[in-house]
C-alpha cells in the first residue's frame, strides 16, 4: 500500500536536547512538507521540499531544520533554539503537478519537559 | 497576502441534524479551495476540493462545498450527520501556482445522539 509513514507516533524529549521526526513515502511524489499543529491554530507550514536536496522555509521555520537527501524522505529536526516544541507534527507529500492535494501522515506528537 | 478565517471553532448537532461549518477566505487573484478532514488522532484526509467549473463540489460521504466568489466563502454542508462524522474540519487555499496550502484554524465537528 502507498502511504506516508511518520515515526514515531509519540516522542518524549527533555528540554535543550534536539530530536529528529522521521517522514517516509512511497507515493514517489516530489514535494513534501512539514506543519505543526496547535489547539485551536490550524496547521502551520514548517518547511517544504519540492525536490530532492531543495527546501524552503514555510511561516514559522525558526527553531527547526529539514534535509531532503532522497525522494522518499523528509526528517525533521526540532533543535534546542525551538522555543516551544511541544505540539503535534504532521508530514505530507503531493505530486508535481497537483501541489495543493497533498496526502498526509499520521503526525508525531512531540512533548517536551 | 491569503488567509482563511474558519467563523466558528466548535459546531455541536445532533444526529441527523443538517450541518454548515463555515470558511471564509481573502485573495485577490483565483484561488483553489479545499476541505480537508482530521479524526481523532490522525492526519489530514482530503474530503473534497474546488479548482474550476461547477461551484458546487461534492464528496462521497455526502458532504458538499459551494464556492461563493462574491462572497469569498467555501462553506462545508452535509443535509443528515452520522455520529462517524465527528472529526475536525480545515478549509484551505491555495492561490493558482502557489507551492502551498493555507490552513484556517479549524472546526471541530461534535455529534451527539
Known amino acids: 500500500d502507498g502511504g506516508i509513514t511518520q515515526s514515531p507516533k509519540y516522542l518524549f524529549r527533555k528540554e535543550g536536547q534536539n530530536v529528529t521526526l522521521s517522514c517516509e513515502q512511497n507515493?514517489?511524489?516530489?514535494?513534501m512538507y512539514w506543519y505543526r499543529q496547535d489547539p485551536g491554530q490550524g496547521l502551520r507550514l514548517i518547511y517544504y521540499?519540492?525536490?530532492?536536496?531543495?527546501?524552503q522555509k514555510g511561516d514559522i521555520a525558526e527553531g527547526y531544520s529539514v534535509s531532503r537527501e532522497k525522494k522518499e524522505s523528509f526528517p525533521l529536526t526540532v533543535t534546542s533554539a525551538q522555543k516551544n516544541p511541544t505540539a503535534f507534527y504532521l508530514c505530507?507529500?503531493?505530486?508535481?503537478?497537483?501541489?495543493?492535494?497533498?496526502?498526509f501522515g499520521p503526525g508525531t506528537r512531540l512533548t517536551v519537559t | 497576502a491569503q488567509s482563511v478565517t474558519q467563523l466558528d471553532s466548535q459546531v455541536p448537532v445532533f444526529e441527523e441534524a443538517p450541518v454548515e461549518l463555515r470558511c471564509n477566505y481573502s485573495?485577490?487573484?483565483?484561488?483553489?479551495l479545499f476541505w480537508y478532514v482530521q479524526y481523532p488522532n490522525q492526519g489530514l484526509q482530503l474530503l473534497l476540493k474546488?479548482?474550476?467549473?461547477?461551484?458546487l463540489v461534492e464528496s462521497i460521504n455526502g458532504f458538499e462545498a459551494e464556492f461563493n466568489k462574491s462572497q469569498t466563502s467555501f462553506h462545508l454542508r452535509k443535509p443528515s450527520v452520522h455520529i462517524s462524522d465527528t472529526a475536525e474540519y480545515f478549509c484551505?487555499?491555495?492561490?493558482?501556482?502557489?507551492?502551498?496550502?493555507?490552513f484556517g484554524q479549524g472546526t471541530r465537528l461534535t455529534i451527539n445522539p
Open positions: 485573495s485577490s487573484v483565483s484561488v483553489y
Open positions: 505530507a507529500s503531493s505530486s508535481q503537478g497537483q501541489i495543493y492535494e497533498q496526502y
Open positions: 484551505a487555499v491555495s492561490r493558482g501556482g502557489a507551492q502551498k496550502l493555507v
Open positions: 474546488y479548482l474550476s467549473g461547477s461551484t
Open positions: 521540499s519540492q525536490i530532492v536536496n531543495d527546501f
Open positions: 507515493l514517489n511524489h516530489d514535494a
